[in-house]
């Protein structure tokens, strides 16, 4: 055990973490020159095309210190969104260790903030790293100043490296050996080991990735699962070099698979412990927090038949993302579905993604809202996320609203469009600071729901990309809130359906129906698209039916012939009308989620 090491390399988005676990693989020469290739960790196609990482994940590295002795590295590459934060916090409860990385040209940055702090929690060894020092733009001394100031770090243990050309790879190895604690556990006690992932093989059935904290474990031990008692026969354990090899067991302290031809998706939940039937041990791992969503959205197939292939497509891609919550949902337009709740609008993009991707299904999704505290006249209180259930509204005391903290990091120039944005959108700014000359962080509290449309994205617009931004709850706060409804031909259609600020609610309805206009289809009737308030219609927008030319076969004579057949034909036109059902296109709900822009 005292060769081993633990760690994690955690960061602010795009500081480099991918590139420098690609020279930790190829400096320990773990994969021969012809099978490398760049981001090496990251083996979803969505996280290659995005440049992101969404899981964290796992590789065992061999390396021979300059002491002559044989290290086992296991590293863990995290995210470094603030949408899959949870994958970092569970990545750092397998970790003695962990590389702070900061880019030397941006600085400490918000998610640099936060991610310290879950390691702080973990009781964690930090490594402070400046990587990107060979751009013309690095500023090592003001980052050391930062370290010292935002991070209350020691800088001058803080090591220069360029993750991009391999400068102060061997020193980072080094400090990993001499710096970080090897893992502490007894391999002769009952084996206790905590579940950090998992994956489903279709030949293989689900593959748990676990830390071993105590004990050891072999093929032919029966494992039990100590939340649900269910227990299975171990096939195979090993570790992760890019490929699984397969081991002769796994003791304390090390972190590796496990595969014991598990078909049950549901038997196998994060931060649960595994131990052997034979010989349990006493007491189950604290294991994690539980998630909670802020973000909600109903999923529908395209087809209703498609039906069975979401609800197993949800339960395997639950196993690889232990965030995703959710619960099974119907509309009177869609049919059934999910109702599911998100860690922020990148979540969501990224699940509708590899659901369409890893599972070959077509989705519709419904607007994105948050969950509002509803107190009734009988004073009750209810929790709705959903516009399908908001109550009457004279049944309705008092609507509110979650808030947020929002800290944005920004260089000081861009102060003003950053206010003007926060307070376009209710924001109330509490609080600012200066970090150095030029940087400065700015608080804000507002409104969650004005954050998850299309916050980031503004921000990211109006700093030319300097902004970061990082938010925590804070509490809820009475609001005036209205259910706006979208009438296509006079019927409501649920999926559209938003719960917004009475003060937005007329510039949301119109953008709605102005989008829907756009893309439904025109029919041989007129098409009314409105929005409304209750009985109220707030918003209208009306698509012009087809003409045909009736008249056509008139070759002139008396015009009371011709306006005899238009006659005819508005008649026609009026009872299509009524008999008449308008489809609404998957591209109309999608086109309502996007922003103005």
Do not use: W
């Amino acid at each position: 055990m005292k060769n081993i090491r633990n760690f994690s390399i955690i960061a602010h988005i795009d500081h480099g973490k991918s590139t420098l676990s690609d020279r930790l693989i190829q400096t320990t020469d773990l994969v021969s020159e012809r099978d490398f290739k760049d981001q090496m960790l990251d083996s979803m196609d969505i996280e290659r095309e995005r440049g992101i990482t969404i899981k964290s994940q796992t590789i065992c590295l061999p390396y021979t210190a300059e002491d002559g002795k044989l290290y086992s590295l296991n590293l863990i590459d995290t995210p470094g969104h603030v949408d899959f934060s949870y994958e970092v916090s569970r990545a750092l409860a397998s970790c003695e260790g962990a590389l702070l990385l900061i880019d030397a040209s941006q600085g400490v940055e918000a998610q640099t903030i936060a991610n310290m702090y879950l390691a702080v929690d973990h009781d964690l060894e930090i490594i402070p790293i400046i990587n990107k020092i060979d751009l013309p733009s690095a500023e090592i001394e003001m980052v050391r100043e930062q370290i010292e100031d935002d991070l209350g770090l020691d800088s001058s243990t803080a090591i220069l490296c360029s993750a991009k050309n391999g400068t102060g790879v061997p020193e980072i190895l080094e400090a990993i050996v001499n710096k970080l604690p090897p893992p502490t556990g007894d391999p002769d006690a009952p084996l206790q080991a905590l579940i950090f992932d998992s994956n489903y093989d279709p030949y293989r059935g689900t593959i748990i990735y676990f830390r071993v904290v105590q004990g050891n474990l072999r093929p032919g031990d029966e494992i039990m699962f100590m939340s649900n008692k269910a227990r299975y026969i171990v096939e195979e354990v090993g570790i992760f070099q890019i490929i699984r090899v397969p081991q002769k067991k796994l003791s304390a302290g090390q972190v590796g698979y496990v595969i014991a031809g598990i078909k049950t998706v549901s038997d196998t939940k994060c931060g649960d412990t595994i131990t052997l039937k034979k010989n349990p041990c006493a007491n189950p791992l604290p294991g994690f927090k539980e998630t909670k969503p802020v973000v909600f959205s109903s999923i529908y197939p395209v087809s209703t038949d498609d039906y069975p292939e979401l609800v197993t497509a949800m339960e395997k891609l639950k196993l690889n993302d232990a965030s995703l919550v959710f619960q099974k949902d119907s509309s009177a337009a869609l049919g059934f579905g999910f109702r599911c709740g998100f860690l922020g609008l990148l979540h969501l993009e990224v699940v509708q993604e590899r659901l369409e991707r890893e599972y070959d299904l077509s989705l519709i999704i419904t607007a994105p809202s948050v969950e509002y505290e509803i107190e009734m006249t009988d004073e009750t209180v209810v929790m709705i996320d959903n516009p399908a259930l908001y109550p009457e509204p004279g049944k309705i005391a008092k609507t509110r609203e979650p808030y947020i903290k929002a800290s944005i990091i920004v260089p000081d120039k861009y102060m003003g469009p950053v206010m003007s944005l926060a307070l376009e959108r209710r924001g109330i700014n509490t609080d600012y600071q200066y970090f150095s000359s030029n940087r400065m962080e700015m608080v804000f509290e507002l409104p969650l729901a004005e954050v998850v449309y299309d916050f980031y994205d503004k921000l990211k617009t109006v700093t030319q990309g300097y902004g970061s931004f990082d938010y925590e709850m804070l509490n809820y706060r009475d609001s005036d809130l209205v259910r706006v409804d979208i009438l296509v031909n006079g019927d409501r259609v649920d999926a559209l359906s938003q719960l917004v600020h009475k003060d937005n609610a007329v510039s949301r309805a119109r953008f709605a129906c102005e989008k829907l206009k756009d893309e439904i289809p025109r029919q041989m009737f007129k098409i009314a698209i409105q929005g409304a308030i209750g009985a109220q219609i707030i918003a209208r927008s009306t698509i012009s039916a087809y003409r045909k030319d009736v008249t056509a076969k008139c070759y002139g004579g008396d015009i009371t012939r011709k306006r005899k057949l238009l006659e005819k034909q508005k008649k026609g036109k009026k009872r299509m009308k009524m008999v008449g059902d308008v489809m609404i296109p998957q591209s109309a709900f999608l086109a309502v989620l996007k922003s103005k822009d």
